[in-house]
C-alpha cells in the first residue's frame, strides 16, 4: 500500500501510525474511514507518504508571562524550530489560534519577532515591506501590530527558527532606529551561533524552571545583537568557504544528538573532504570530528549541571554507542568523569 521508500510493518500498525499523523482536524475522520476501506487507504497513503518520508521536525514552546515578569524589562511568549518539508502544508496545525495564520489572508501578531530561515526559500510581505523573496540566510524581522505574512515555497520548503518577545527594553531599541519595519529582511548568512542560540532558548522553555523568563530575555537580545551584528559585518565577509564552514557548523548543532559522517558534510557542501577540513580548521582552530566532539562534551556537560537526569540516558540522547563509551569520552576530554563532574 505504501511506496518502497516507506517502512513496511503490519496493516493494523500502519493504520495506527496514519492515524497518528492525521490528528489534526479534517485529516482524522478520514485516517478512521480509511482504516475500514483498503481504497481510502491507498489515497490516504499519497499523504501520509509526503509527511512521514520528508522527516518534518518541530519544536516550540508558548510562554505564560506573569506581571512579576513584565517589570524586568522585556518578555518572551513563543520559541521555536520547524522543518517545512517541501510540497507540505503550511504552518503545521500545531500552533494556537493566537499565531496560526493562512498565508493567503496573513496576520497580526502582539509581540515582535525574530525569524531565522536557515534552509529553502520563501516570500514575505507585510505592510511596510512589498513581496520579497527570502533565501536561506535571511532574517526576517516582525513588528507588534503590523499585518504581515510569510511562506516557503512548495518546492523547495524551509528550516525555520523563531523567537517572540516584548516590552520596554525592545521598544526603546526601536524607537532608537536599530531596527525598523522599513527594514524588515535582513541578510545574515550561515550562522552557527545564531542556531545554537534558538537551540538554547528552545531548551531552557522546555525546561520551564525558575527564572527560565529573563533567561530567555538575555537569549533574545543576544540573537538580536548578533544579527544586528552578521547584518553590518555581511558585506565585509564575502569568502564563500566561511559560509560553508557556518553551515557545517549548524548541522553538527542541529544534529548534535546523531553521528555525522563528516564526509557526507564536505560532499553536500560541494567541496572534497580534504579542503573542508583544511578549511574548517582554519576557521575554528578545530578539525570538524573534534569541533563536533566539543559540542557533545558541552551539551552534556550542561545536562549533567542543569537537569538530573541518568548518565545513561545523558549518554543515549547524545547519541554514544555505550554508556562505558561515553564514560571514557567525557573523561579523556575533561579530565573527570560525568558524575564527579556533576557532583
Known sequence: ?????????????????????CKDKKFLFFCMY????????KIMSKYIETLISNN??????????NERDKKFGLTVDSVGFQTIPLNTFYPPMK??????????????LSSYHIVYISKGKGVFSSESTSKTDITKGQVILLFPGQWHTYN????SGWDEYYIGFKGEIINDIVAHGFISPENQVLDVGASGDLVNLYSTAIRIAKEDKGGSQQYLAGIALNILGTVLSLTQNKKFDSQDSSQKIELAKILMIEHINDNINMKRVAESLGISYTVFRKEFKE???????????????????KLLTETSKPLKEIAHELGFG???????????RTGQSPSNYRK
Open 152 to 155: 516557503p515555497l512548495k518546492e
Open 34 to 41: 480509511s482504516k475500514r476501506r483498503s481504497r481510502g487507504l
Open 1 to 21: 500500500m505504501f511506496t518502497s521508500e516507506m517502512p513496511m510493518t503490519s496493516p493494523g500498525s500502519i493504520v495506527k501510525r496514519s492515524v497518528i499523523f
Open 56 to 65: 518534518s521536525r518541530t519544536d516550540f514552546r508558548y510562554l505564560l508571562v
Open 283 to 301: 576557521f575554528t582552530g578545530y578539525a570538524p570530528l573534534q569541533f563536533f566532539h566539543e559540542l557533545k562534551v558541552e551539551r552534556a556537560k
Open 322 to 332: 555505550t554508556y562505558d563509551y561515553f564514560l571514557s569520552f567525557f573523561e579523556k
Open 95 to 108: 500552533h494556537p489560534k493566537s499565531h496560526f495564520f493562512r498565508p493567503d489572508k496573513g496576520r497580526i
